[in-house]
């Protein structure tokens, strides 16, 4: 393995967990204004309208005037936090920008028998899904992993680098293996195991099954080299 600078362009995300907070919020105001007289009226009188609704800030200045009137102090600050919580959350990337910006980036390194995997502490998704750890081109030379999902920071966990080490490695076994073209694994305590969260994450092992390691010798043309965690 070799590791080697090379400037990767990091593209824009494309999912803001505040952006989607505001438009759901947005939704319902529009709704409620629409369905209940009382409220529009209690709206206008504060100088929302349907129309100033398009802006991000009248959305947060109603949902506080409608918080003020139904809670008081008490329930301001409770929406308040819930807004602070939502800005903490992580941006997320496609993750399919990233390697193609991966691609682009290492173009001029490129060699038939090298591999390129790009690891990068964001958030990311791909299609529809709600996040993604890592991505790889089928029987190809590039692959992205992102570890923000295993950090301590993240998970409202105690600092571990050990634990976050081993979560990433288990992520570069996975989309490593997809690069090489070594089938999907379902032996649930191989590094290779495809986990539905972070919990069936931390579960496997960090080590490779027999078949995943065979995949991996077939791929790569060599015998790796078996240590005493490597399950038989
Ligand atoms: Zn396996």
Known sequence: MLLQYADVNVPHFKRDPVKRHLADMRASLRKGMKE??????????????????????????ACRHISFQSGGTNALAQFDAGMRQFEQTPKQWDI?????????????FRKSNVYFMG???????????????????????????????????????????????????????????????????????????????????DAKSTSLCTACRIGFEQALGVAMKKTEKDQQ
């Open 36 to 61: 209940d007289i009382r409220l529009a009226s209690f709206l206008r009188q504060k100088g929302v309208t349907e129309t100033s609704l398009q802006q991000d800030d009248v959305v947060v200045k």
């Open 96 to 108: 399919n920008d990233l390697l193609n910006n991966l691609k682009t980036a290492v173009r001029s």
């Open 119 to 201: 690891i990068a502490n964001l958030d990311s998704f791909a299609d529809q899904s709600n996040f993604i750890f890592g991505t790889a081109e089928n029987n190809g030379h590039h692959a992205m992993i992102t570890y923000r999902r295993f950090t301590a920071d993240f998970n409202g966990e105690n600092q571990n680098r050990e634990r976050l080490v081993e979560r990433t490695l288990k992520q570069t076994l996975s989309s490593f293996g997809f690069m090489l073209g070594v089938q999907r694994c379902s032996t649930p305590t191989c590094a290779r195991a495809y986990p539905h969260n972070l919990s069936e994450h």
